[in-house]
């Protein structure tokens, strides 16, 4: 059984910063790529930020560039969202994703932890 736990999210103030967690278990996730999603209220969820499956390559949305900063752990089967810097408009729930090497889609999903900035 696969599984991605998030934990991390909370309460801070614009301009303060949370670090999101997101392990994984129930199979080998060395190689996989891993996602960052984030759903506001009234929003679709979007995809914030990604790494490959080699680790060499992340990506990042544009709203949250030079802000959110994504990394593998040591043991490859953990993954971090660093959040600096935060605005109101950060506030949503956030999400853990892992899927195929390349990043080209996202198979397993955590359930979400949340993430609130008050202004």
């Known amino acids: 059984q696969v599984s991605l736990v998030e934990s991390g999210g909370g309460s801070a103030q614009a301009g303060g910063s949370l670090r999101l967690s997101c392990a994984a278990s129930?199979?080998?996730?060395?190689?996989?790529?891993m996602g960052w999603f984030r759903q506001a209220p009234g929003k679709e969820r979007e995809l914030i930020a990604s790494i490959n499956g080699a680790g060499d390559s992340t990506w990042y949305a544009d709203s949250v560039k030079g802000r959110f900063t994504l990394s593998k752990g040591n043991g490859k089967n953990t993954v971090y969202l660093q959040m600096n810097t935060l605005k109101p408009e950060d506030t949503a729930i956030y999400y853990c994703a892992a899927g195929p090497p390349t990043g080209s889609r996202f198979d397993y999903w955590g359930r979400g932890t949340q993430v609130s900035v008050s202004s």
């Open positions: 129930g199979r080998t996730f060395i190689n996989a790529a």
